[in-house]
């Protein structure tokens, strides 16, 4: 596959590609029928159309980049204090339903207290962000299915299992962390990974959309190609080769990039 140098271009040139693939010509190619979380194709891929997959090659690709970069360690403590908040508050909630008159909500709460809680009851506030993504998911779970799930109805949590949920998903979103992933990888190794997948995507588009082109007849359709490919050779005008680099990049960065900016 030619490398046409998307190994230069940082993870904010690919993500404000965003912009330039919901535009022009490529605005008009609906992915809504294809596009899901898990990025799979369905059953057979040869039914897509090809400028489809074409979009969702980018817009994935994008997508994974944007998650890897998480969220910056100021952004990361915030999400941090946020769920060990909603810990506490699920704690002192069975505190405050263990005193309720209704035998049963008592019960609920006695029950609840013991499945769900560690140590002295905020024990898990002292875990990895990876642990608590794990605690956190088990609460929900436990809280959303099975016999816990008529006691949180009766102890009246609810709203903080909700809560729970919100901060969970939060927390690992902001460590990087996929479906899936039974750990966060080091931020900056996964910021490189996925840049690295983002260069090779892109390049892979580029070779297809150039291969065309260059086997097309002069008229409508080759135009409208040309089109196509403009704005991925505007990005690579965007972020040429370093003076004295190969006239092409490898699909991989040559270096660890400089740490990002937290995404908006």
């Not at 904010?12 to 605005?27: M, N, P, R, V, Y």
């Not at 490189?192 to 150039?210: I, K, P, Q, V, W």
């Amino acid at each position: 596959m030619t490398r046409y140098g998307y190994g230069y271009v940082t993870e904010k040139g690919f993500i404000a590609f965003s912009h330039d693939i919901s535009e022009g010509l490529w605005a008009e190619i609906a992915t809504e029928s294809y596009d899901n979380e898990q990025h799979t194709l369905g059953k057979d891929p040869l039914d897509i159309p090809r400028p489809v997959a074409w979009k969702l090659r980018a817009v994935w690709s994008i997508a994974t980049l944007r998650d890897a970069l998480g969220a910056s360690p100021e952004v990361l403590a915030g999400l941090d204090a946020s769920w060990d908040s909603t810990q506490r508050k699920l704690y002192h909630t069975f505190g405050s339903a263990s005193e309720e008159e209704d035998p049963e909500i008592r019960a609920a709460a006695t029950r609840l207290k013991g499945a769900l809680l560690s140590g002295n009851g905020t024990a898990q506030t002292t875990l990895s962000y990876d642990e608590k993504v794990d605690f956190g998911r088990h609460q929900v779970e436990l809280m959303t299915r099975g016999a816990l799930a008529e006691d949180t109805k009766k102890a009246r949590v609810s709203a903080v299992r909700d809560r729970i949920r919100e901060t969970t998903e939060a927390l690992a979103q902001g460590i990087g962390r996929g479906p899936g992933d039974q750990r966060s990888m080091a931020r900056a190794k996964r910021i490189r990974t996925a840049l690295a997948a983002c260069a090779s995507d892109f390049n892979g588009l580029h070779s297809e959309l150039a291969w065309l082109i260059d086997r097309t007849p002069t008229g409508p359709v080759r135009t409208r190609l040309e089109r196509m490919l403009a704005p991925f050779q505007a990005l690579l005008e965007r972020y040429p080769a370093p003076a004295g680099a190969p006239a092409t990049a490898a699909d991989e960065p040559a270096a660890t990039p400089a740490a990002p900016s937290p995404p908006a």
